[in-house]
């Protein structure tokens, strides 16, 4: 059985990758490759990558500070990770001021935009890890 994304659980991209990779598994298992399965297959194909990406691009949403936020709304699936953003807030997947903030940012001017990011509090910056050197193995003897 697929597995199944439900409201409840994060979508991500790998559960959505799983659920397609099972979807090929059954077309694949059948011995009849009828137009319908060929059909099907199609257009899981077609819209996989699409829903792929509007995914992958939630986790870009919860970050609005500087100007790497502005640069989200010129994103070409912007509208629909948008859109999928709005129903994971209607649904109580996400916290809904999350969504009006981006809806608000959006009906605002270009100089209003920058003001508003500019405002955000900004993330702290990890400090780079250092690795520690590894040691090395005496020869066997």
Same mark, same amino acid.
């Given at each position: 059985m697929p597995a199944t994304i439900t409201v409840r659980d994060r979508p991500t991209a790998t559960a959505l990758g799983r659920l397609l990779?099972?979807?090929?598994?059954?077309?694949?298992?059948?011995?009849d490759?009828?137009?319908?399965?060929?059909?099907l297959h199609d257009t899981i194909e077609r819209f996989s990558l699409p829903m792929r990406e509007l995914v992958a691009l939630q986790s870009r949403f919860e970050r609005r500070a500087g100007r790497r936020a502005l640069r989200l709304l010129e994103h070409p699936r912007f509208r629909g990770a948008y859109d999928f953003l709005c129903l994971r807030a209607a649904a109580g997947e996400i916290d809904p #001021?999350?969504? *009006?903030?981006?809806?608000?940012?959006?009906?605002?001017?270009?100089?209003?935009?920058?003001? *508003? #990011?500019e405002q955000q509090p900004g993330e702290p910056v990890p400090g780079r890890r250092r690795r520690r050197s590894r040691r090395r193995r005496q020869p066997a003897a």
């Open positions: 990779r099972d979807w090929r598994a059954k077309l694949h298992d059948r011995s490759h009828s137009n319908e399965f060929i059909a #001021v999350l969504a *009006e903030w981006w809806t608000r940012i959006q009906e605002m001017p270009a100089d209003a935009r920058i003001a *508003e #990011v």
